[in-house]
Each structure stands twice: as C-alpha cells, then as structure tokens.
DNA sequence: GGTGGATGATACGGGACTCATATGATACCT
DNA sequence: AGGTATCATATGAGTCCCGTATCATCCACC
C-alpha cells in the first residue's frame, strides 16, 4: 500500500508531462484543455461555474476565454434566462482535435483493461471514484 | 470500462485543481512541487535531468530553480565529477511542508485503501503501474 | 597535451499568463 | 423605483515561459 501511494505520486508526475506535451501539440495550456473537457462532459455552462469547476480567478477565466474563442474551441453567448451570464459553448467540431490526439493513448487504454476480468474492473473503478472524491474534499480543505 | 475512462478525465480535473490551489498554499506552481517530488523520491540530480523529468525547457528550469532556491527549497552544487553539471539537492526540512500540506489527505488515503483486500490492492497497483508507462509512452511520441 | 566540437547551465529580452481591483450591466428584494 | 448583490470584463502590475546567445567545462582525436 506504500507502493500505491508512490505509483500515484509518479503518475502526477507523468500525467502533468503528459499536459504539458499534449498541450504544446494545440497551442493550449493544461487548464484550458481541462476546461474544454468540462464543457464537453458536462455541456455548456456559465464563466463563473466553469471557473469554479477549475478553481480559476474569475478574471483569469476572461483571459483564457478569450484565447478560446479565438481559436476556435467555444463560443461566448448570453444566457437568455439572466443577461449577466455568458453561457460557454464547446465547439465540437474543434475539440474533436484533442479527442484525436489522444486516440492512441485510448487505444492502448482499451487494450490495457481488456486484461481484467470484471471483478477486477469494478474494483479499479471504485478505487478511481474514491480518489476523486477524496480529492475533492482534500481541495475544497484549503479554501478560505 | 467507459466509465473508467469518464472517472480517469474527471480524475484529471480535479488533480489539476488540487495542484492549483495546494500550490497556492506554499506559493509554488504545479510543475514545482513536481521537481520537489521528484527530487524527494530520485534524489538529487542535474538541472537537466531534472528538466528531462518534467518535460521543461532547459531555461525555464533556471527560472523555476532561482525560485526555488531563493524560497529554501533546494540548494545547488556544482558536480565534482563534472563541472559543468549543477546538482540540485532538496532541503528535506523544507520539503516537509508540502507533506505536512498532504497529510490530511494521505490519512484519508490510508483509511480508503484499508477496505480492499490483498488481491484488490495487487490489482489496483498493476493498473496504476499500467497507466504510468502508457501515460509515458503517450507522452514520449510527441516528441519531436 | 593541445585543440575543436559537444554539452550543461545561465543571462537576457519578448511575449504570454495570472490576478487584484475597478467598472458597467443586469437581476433581485422590498 | 431604489438599493444591493452578482456576473463578466478592462486595466495594469507582477510573474512565468522560452528562443537565443554566452560562458565554462568536458571529451575525442590527433
């Protein structure tokens, strides 16, 4: 279980490379990829929830949405229902770029999980639910 | 196994806030505490090397060493084998402050991993160890 | 054992990013 | 209708990141 904990500190390590290089490959910074697979799960969404989602500045969220709608990858629109509130839309079309970036590290995804049987598969899954929520609330921890 | 790949994206967002606002407690960046882990648990090498670790440029890492010595978290040395090499060497005590920042949440660990059995854990491990040499291998084919 | 070409780290400057604060528009409450 | 709260953005200051040039050092080869 010491071991774990040492996999997961390299696998920070690697994925935070692994940003770095993907996003040098679209001209995009980890945050704004991680915003833009936000939007693409969760669906359009207000600056301020999409800040928050990302524990962004609000005023830092104008800067990388603007970088964002000039490439591209969303389209700012008023919400209807609160005139205060700009609405972000994933342009999916566009997005498709990342999708295919990382079409052979899911390949190799796929290929890898085929070799548990579903036992195994439910355990690695709840295992990944946890830590999500455990590090949410590690996070949320630190707000003042 | 779909939603694994679902709980693995949200994983990746939630580390990426994590890293941002444990960050903000120290007045480091993520790709810093990086180098101070991986410092911590490959002990100490060269700018370049270290560098190589991280996916940076090999002047941005002056940057991010100035800073970091400058805040006592590293010292230099230059490398009695060969001068020109700078050895970056982590100030253990210092370094403390991030586990200490971690604690909270490596308890909360310990208490997670505590409900899976010896196979469980066998089969949480290898998975981790997969993703860490896919994430890697990802990572090395867009190196151009 | 001296010389030319590699290699490691850093100085410098330009461009990009992040944020605190202030501003303008809109909603909500009474 | 008036006052306050909320949302997004403009502005400017400080920081970060990297391309390039530079300096010191090593190594291979003669």
């Known amino acids: 279980m010491n071991r774990i904990t040492g996999t997961v500190r390299e696998m920070g390590v690697v994925m935070t490379v692994l940003n770095l290089r993907a996003g040098e490959q679209v001209g995009l910074r980890d945050v704004e990829m991680k915003a833009l697979d936000v939007l693409m799960r969760d669906g359009a969404m207000s600056a301020k929830g999409l800040g928050q989602r990302l524990g962004m500045h609000p005023a830092t969220m104008t800067g990388i949405l603007d970088k964002l709608e000039n ?25 498709g770029e990342i999708v295919r970036l990382f079409a052979g590290m899911a390949s190799l995804a796929t290929d890898m999980l ?19 929520t455990m590090v949410k609330e590690a996070s949320t921890a630190w707000e003042e």
């Open 114 to 132: 085929e070799k548990y049987d579903t036992d195994q598969l439910a355990t690695i899954e709840d295992f990944l639910t946890n830590v999500v």
């Open 71 to 95: 490439g591209g990858w969303v389209t700012r629109e008023r919400d209807p229902e609160d005139r205060r509130v700009v609405l972000i839309q994933p342009v999916r079309e566009r997005v």
